[in-house]
């Protein structure tokens, strides 16, 4: 399991703080994910919380690909 010792193939998590609010939250973790070669979009958000994931992040769409090519 990747950890600070240990990063994952994206580099290290993001330093832990605390944020005054969510734009300061979304331009810190863009700033770590270019840093690290790599993009974040909000997946979901409400009032109280927000997610985010890799910009290239999502479900797999098979329509119009061929089944025996993996």
Do not use: F, W
């Not at 979009?41 to 025996?68: F, H, M, Q, W």
């Amino acid at each position: 399991m990747p950890s600070v010792l240990e990063p994952s193939p994206l580099g290290p998590p993001p330093p832990t703080s605390q944020y005054s609010d969510r734009d300061d939250i979304k331009n810190a973790l863009q700033a770590h994910a270019r840093d690290n070669s790599y993009a974040i979009k909000v997946d979901s958000s409400t009032p109280k919380e927000a997610t985010y994931i890799c910009l290239k992040g999502g479900k797999y769409n098979s329509r119009g690909k061929s089944d025996t090519i993996y």
